[in-house]
C-alpha cells in the first residue's frame, strides 16, 4: 500500500527567514539536488519540473525538503507553454529559454533555477533587479563572477561553475551530478 503525506506548509523562503546556519542550507540544498537526480533517473526522455522556485520546495521541521507542484512538468524536446499558461510560473528563477516561444527545453532549465535558488540560499538576494536577463550583461564583466563568490564566501576557483549554471545557452550548464559534487565540496 502506497500512503500519500501532505506537503509541509513552510515554503524555503519562510525557511530561510529563521536564518538557519550555512551547513544547514548546504544540506538542504544537497538533498534537493538529490531530488532533482532521482527524478533524472526515471528514464528517457527526461523530466522537466519547469517550475523550480522558493514555494515549490517545502521544508519540514525536520529539515528535509520536498519539491512540490509536478502538475506542470513536461518531457524533454516539448514546446514551451503557451504564452497564456507561462503566467503561472514565477518568473524571476526561470532559464531564458523558457519564455521564449517555440523554443524546446531540456533538463537545463531546471538547473538554471536551481543555481538562483542555490544563490538565494546562500546569499539572501538574486544577482538581478527584475529578470534573469539581466545576467546576459552582468556576465560579461569577469569581476561580476568574482564577486559572486566573494558573496557567497567560496572561493574564486568556482566563477566558472557559476558562470556554466547561469549559462544563457543551455547547453553550456551543468548536469545535475555535477552541481551536486560542487555543493558538497561547499560544506
Given at each position: 500500500m502506497c500512503l500519500l503525506k501532505k506537503a509541509p506548509t513552510t515554503t524555503l523562503a519562510k525557511w530561510l527567514q529563521t536564518q538557519p546556519a550555512k551547513e544547514a542550507r548546504l544540506n538542504v540544498l544537497i538533498a534537493i539536488a538529490e531530488t532533482m537526480k532521482q527524478i533524472q533517473s526515471v528514464?528517457?526522455?527526461?523530466i522537466i519540473h519547469r517550475a523550480i522556485n522558493l514555494s515549490n520546495i517545502r521544508v519540514g521541521d525536520d529539515s528535509n525538503p520536498i519539491l512540490i507542484n509536478f502538475e506542470l512538468c513536461q518531457q524533454e524536446m516539448v514546446a514551451t507553454l503557451p504564452l497564456n499558461a507561462r503566467r503561472t510560473f514565477e518568473q524571476k528563477y526561470?532559464?531564458?529559454?523558457?519564455?521564449?516561444?517555440?523554443?524546446s527545453l531540456t533538463f537545463a532549465a531546471d538547473i538554471f533555477s536551481f543555481g538562483l535558488i542555490?544563490?538565494?540560499?546562500?546569499t539572501g538576494e538574486l544577482p538581478f533587479e527584475q529578470s534573469a536577463k539581466e545576467l546576459v550583461t552582468k556576465g560579461r564583466r569577469p569581476v561580476f563572477w568574482k564577486q559572486l563568490?566573494?558573496?557567497?564566501?567560496?572561493?574564486?576557483?568556482?566563477?566558472?561553475f557559476w558562470q556554466?549554471?547561469?549559462?544563457?545557452?543551455?547547453?553550456?550548464?551543468p548536469t545535475i551530478e555535477q552541481v551536486l559534487e560542487v555543493l558538497k565540496t561547499w560544506k
Open positions: 528514464g528517457e526522455p527526461e526561470q532559464a531564458p529559454e523558457v519564455n521564449e516561444p517555440g523554443q542555490i544563490l538565494f540560499s546562500l563568490c566573494q558573496k557567497l564566501d567560496i572561493s574564486t576557483t568556482h566563477t566558472e556554466r549554471i547561469l549559462h544563457v545557452t543551455p547547453k553550456y550548464r
